[in-house]
């Protein structure tokens, strides 16, 4: 029998390339690039599996046709990029690498946090350009502490449950917001408290975005959200673009009343709103909180796995790990989950 074929839409880390070939045949992309909607069919109608990124979008009109394509597996959390329900009725599993990348996105929420308090950034531009050239006035590049304040923290699944948790090296008060509490023990262990999402917005002195992106969390904190805020406090996002009005961000920026901004995503990225481009109290940076070499091979190796297993082969032949749609999987049967769809 001929080897199940994998399509992988990036490169990848050559060890996880290995891991795949010892089971599939692989067709890896060895440069990064953006393919339209034509082009994702065609790569897509010859083969079993497929490993693709977030800017690649899986939908019924890239699926029409096909009657091959198992599973695809996105290498991100996030999956606004699938289409689930023309997956589902494509009889496609949709995956993607949550968890292994919780800590390292607790990581880079500190370190945009810290940087847009301590304006850190412009700092660095300012001497890069060679302007340190005599004393500095006693109350020049004054920032805001993060020791003592309150950091609230909207969206408190793993990764907001991480932030929380290093929040105690800095004393800090920690609030939330989610839609449901959570339960008391684990309240207790993050020290968090839950509050109204306008009384968040109200008390904090930092606020970290790390809520899911859907229709309902669009413009999730737009002009109405950022007024409630403090004129000193800092925004933190490492969600998804477009949970903030990138626009009515700069707007807050620009006029200081919101003192700084540290963004990791963007609305429309790879493209950045001109107005936080032009602002020395944002700090931007290109979605990279997961990048760290551990949590992105992590990551490439979840996606392979769930891979293979849908194909039922490796050691978690059948099980993937983390199907997004697992009601696809009710309908394969034993050994002809393998090789037809239901």
């Not at 034993?334 to 239901?342: C, H, L, Q």
Request: proline share 5%.
């Amino acid at each position: 029998m001929s080897k199940k074929k994998v399509w992988v839409s990036r490169p990848l880390f050559p060890d996880v390339l290995a891991h795949l070939a010892d089971h599939v045949e692989v067709a890896a992309e060895t440069v990064e690039g953006t393919r339209s909607a034509d082009q994702m069919r065609a790569k897509l109608a010859d083969v079993d599996g497929a490993i693709v990124g977030l800017s690649e979008r899986v939908d019924a009109g890239v699926l029409a046709g096909n009657t091959r394509l198992k599973v695809v597996a996105n290498l991100g959390v996030g999956f606004n990029n699938f289409d689930l329900p023309a997956m589902t009725a494509a009889g496609v599993l949709a995956t993607n690498t949550p968890d292994v990348l919780n800590e390292s996105v607790a990581d880079y929420a500190w370190a945009l946090m810290l940087a847009a308090a301590r304006r850190v950034s412009a700092a660095e531009r300012w001497l890069r350009a060679g302007h340190w050239t005599s004393t500095m006035r006693f109350d020049d590049w004054l920032g805001v502490d993060l020791h003592g304040k309150t950091l609230g923290i909207l969206g408190m699944g793993r990764i907001g449950q991480a932030i929380a948790r290093r929040a105690c090296g800095f004393d800090m008060h920690v609030l939330y917001h989610n839609r449901s509490r959570l339960p008391d023990p684990v309240e207790r262990e993050c020290r968090a408290q839950w509050v109204e999402k306008h009384e968040l917005l109200r008390r904090v002195d930092h606020l970290v975005l790390v809520l899911p992106f859907t229709a309902a969390n669009r413009h999730a904190i737009g002009a109405p959200e950022l007024a409630l805020m403090k004129p000193s406090a800092v925004l933190v996002n490492v969600a998804r673009g477009g949970i903030v009005d990138d626009a009515a961000l700069a707007r807050a920026l620009r006029d200081k009343t919101l003192a700084a901004a540290a963004l990791d995503v963007f609305e429309g990225e790879p493209a950045v709103h001109p107005d936080l481009l032009a602002l020395d109290n944002a700090v931007l940076s290109p979605h990279i909180a997961s990048a760290s070499e551990d949590t992105r091979r992590a990551m490439a190796r979840l996606a392979a796995d769930n891979v293979l297993a849908a194909l039922g082969l490796g050691k978690l032949a059948g099980q993937p790990p983390t199907p997004l749609n697992p009601e696809v999987m009710s309908r394969w049967s034993g050994a002809a989950s393998v090789d037809n769809k239901a």
